[in-house]
């Protein structure tokens, strides 16, 4: 009888096991990127097909550059709120002198960029919010991980409360948008359902992270991918999953800062709501506050569903054409197509200040110092991407 060594495979082949697994993960992630990119360009090409487009143009005119350009404050607005909130997530229990305010709006401005801009940006942008974090903000890598996941937890609670503003406001509007729609009447108990999804995704996130017993789990897990290449990458980062879930613990002892930036991050929502009444009604649409908010808050579900799209590009655009019409606004489908050129062309600008402030930030500031906490770690290894 022979009696064999081993029954594993040896270590090269593990190794050559994980690369092909990398590689089929990118072409993966490639190819859907690239379907974002076809879905877009479908959807706005259905949205804007049917327009009268010299109405269009004759809509766009009447308003005024002046008028346009202030159609940008909001989203400033909404801007100062999500900085204010990460500052306060971020600072809370900072080794060390705190960044100031600016490093983080020039952050916010710059992701947020990267998030509207490329296919599924979200998980782009917090890559990016990990990486200046540390150089603009000095916040240590362990804390910055911490914080991440924190943030999106409130992001959630904040977007479920917002789901709850609207829906106190606007259920008899979703109710007589349901049939044209969905050609059946519910869509109001649709949106409920997700507003408790929401509610329960945050509060579950936030209650696994500030046990502080996440980064350990995640640790252990990791401990035993094959390779040994791997495994001591691992092992020799076994200080920051330990100071990650210090961080994550003592930020949930931080309840007054948690709160504010929760507070922040409905603002935030509210903000963009704002947003789109303004620019209805600069195109002199009659529509109240209670109707936008009715179907902003679907269409904000909508494009965190299409997250391979490029800020919802062509998704949330038909969708907007589409409640105009479901709501009986005259001339729906050329108001509808005004509405989104303007609002892209906003979002153009916001863009192209945040990709200016991210490359001329990198020259005008200095890095931060960090704190003393040891150790980097990705914010893939623990934080769900957005």
Same mark, same amino acid.
């Given at each position: 009888? @022979? ?8 270590s090269?082949?593990?190794?050559? =096991? ?6 089929? =993960? ?8 690239w ?6 360009? !479908? ?9 009268? $487009? ?7 005119? =009447? ?12 989203? *400033? ?9 990460? %500052?306060?997530?971020?600072?809370a ?8 305010? @600016? ?25 990016? @919010?990990?990486?200046?974090?540390? %150089? ?7 804390q +910055? ?48 359902? =997700? ?5 329960a995704?945050?509060?579950? /996130?936030?209650?696994?992270? $500030? ?7 995640? $640790? !252990? ?5 094959p +390779?040994r290449?791997?495994r ?21 002892? %931080? ?20 947003? @789109?009444? $303004?620019? *209805? ?17 679907? /269409? ?35 108001? +509808?197509?005004?509405?989104? /050129? ?45």
């Amino acid at each position: 009888m @022979t009696v064999l060594a081993s029954d594993k495979p040896p270590s090269g082949a593990n190794e050559r =096991s994980g690369a092909g697994a990398r590689e089929r =993960s990118r072409a993966g992630a490639v190819a859907l990127k690239w379907l974002g990119v076809a879905v877009a360009a !479908a959807a706005m090409w259905s949205t804007l097909r049917g327009a009268d $487009f010299p109405g269009v143009a004759a809509l766009i005119a =009447s308003v005024g550059a002046p008028m346009m350009a202030l159609a940008l404050l909001p989203n *400033l607005v909404a801007r100062l709120f999500q900085a204010e909130a990460s %500052r306060r997530i971020f600072d809370a229990g900072a080794p060390g002198r705190p960044a100031p305010f @600016t490093r983080y709006l020039s952050l916010t401005l710059a992701t947020e960029a990267l998030n509207m801009s490329v296919p599924a940006g979200a998980a782009l942008s917090e890559s990016v @919010t990990f990486y200046l974090l540390q %150089r603009w903000c000095g916040v240590p890598g362990p804390q +910055g991980v911490a914080g991440i996941a924190a943030r999106r937890s409130l992001i959630l609670l904040a977007n479920a409360v917002y789901v709850a503003i609207a829906l106190a406001l606007g259920f008899g509007h979703l109710e007589r948008a349901s049939i044209p729609l969905l050609g059946a009447p519910g869509l109001p108990w649709l949106v409920v359902l =997700s507003g408790l999804g929401l509610l329960a995704a945050a509060l579950a /996130l936030a209650g696994a992270l $500030f046990s502080g017993t996440v980064a350990s789990r995640v $640790f !252990a897990q990791l401990r035993r991918l094959p +390779g040994r290449r791997v495994r001591g990458y691992v092992e020799a980062r076994a200080a920051a999953f330990a100071a990650t879930d210090r961080h994550a613990a003592a930020l949930g002892e %931080r309840r007054g800062a948690l709160a504010a930036a929760a507070l922040l991050l409905v603002g935030m929502w509210l903000a963009e709501g704002l947003e @789109t009444l $303004f620019i *209805l009604r600069l195109l002199g649409v009659d529509v109240s506050l209670a109707e936008v908010l009715s179907f902003e808050v679907v /269409l904000a579900l909508l494009r965190a569903a299409a997250f391979m799209v490029p800020a919802g590009l062509g998704v949330q655009d038909a969708g907007y054409v589409a409640f105009l019409g479901a709501l009986g606004v005259p001339g729906a489908m050329t108001v +509808g197509a005004a509405f989104v /050129l303007v609002k892209r062309a906003k979002e153009i600008v916001w863009i192209a200040l945040g990709l200016l402030v991210f490359f001329g930030g990198r020259a005008v500031f200095r890095p931060a110092p960090e704190g003393p906490e040891p150790g980097r770690l990705s914010p893939r290894a623990s934080v769900p991407s957005r």
